[in-house]
C-alpha cells in the first residue's frame, strides 16, 4: 500500500464527492476549480453537466495514467489493434473499492461540447493502489 498506511480515504472521500454529484448533477455557482468542489461545473448557456471525468495514478505507475481498454473484450492495452484510454467516470464505490467507465474521445469532431463518450467497458479498483487523481473538466457525457 502507498498511502503511507492511512487506506484509501482520502481518494475513496474524493470519488464519493464526484459520484454523489453525478447522480445529483445540478448547476451552481463558479467556486474553487477542485476535485471535491461541491457541484459540476455548468452554466445556463451550456450542456448539463453529468460527469467530472478522472485520470488515475498508481502507485507503480511512475507518473503515467492507469489506461484500460475501450471494450469487454478479453485484450490488453498495448497489443495491436487495441484501444484504450485513461479517462474514466466513477460508477460506484463501496469502503476502498471503486468501479470506473471507461470513456473514450468523441468520435464526432464536429461536436466540441461533448469531449467523450461513455463504452461498456468498466473495472474495479482497490483504492489502496491509487495515489493520485486528476480531474478534467466537468462535461456531459451521453449514454449514461
Known amino acids: 500500500m502507498c498511502n503511507n ?13 464526484i459520484n454523489i454529484l453525478q447522480n445529483n448533477a445540478e448547476c451552481g455557482e463558479n467556486i474553487l476549480n477542485t476535485c471535491d468542489r ?4 455548468c ?13 488515475i495514478y498508481t502507485c507503480a505507475g511512475n507518473g503515467i495514467p492507469w489506461s484500460m481498454p475501450t471494450t469487454r473484450e478479453d485484450v490488453v492495452c498495448g497489443d495491436e489493434g487495441v484501444v484504450c484510454s485513461n479517462v474514466f467516470r466513477i460508477e460506484k464505490i463501496d469502503g476502498c473499492c471503486a468501479t470506473f467507465r471507461v470513456l473514450e474521445p468523441n468520435p464526432d469532431t ?10 461498456n467497458s468498466f473495472f474495479t479498483m482497490n483504492l489502496d493502489c491509487c495515489c493520485a487523481l486528476r480531474c478534467l473538466n466537468d462535461t456531459y457525457v451521453e449514454c449514461i
Open 110 to 119: 464536429t461536436e466540441t461540447n461533448i469531449p467523450y463518450v461513455a463504452t
Open 43 to 55: 452554466s445556463t448557456t451550456s450542456l448539463l453537466c453529468n460527469t467530472r471525468p478522472i485520470m
Open 5 to 17: 498506511n492511512e487506506g484509501c480515504k482520502c481518494i475513496a472521500d474524493i470519488l464519493n464527492t
Open 38 to 41: 461541491g457541484f459540476l461545473g
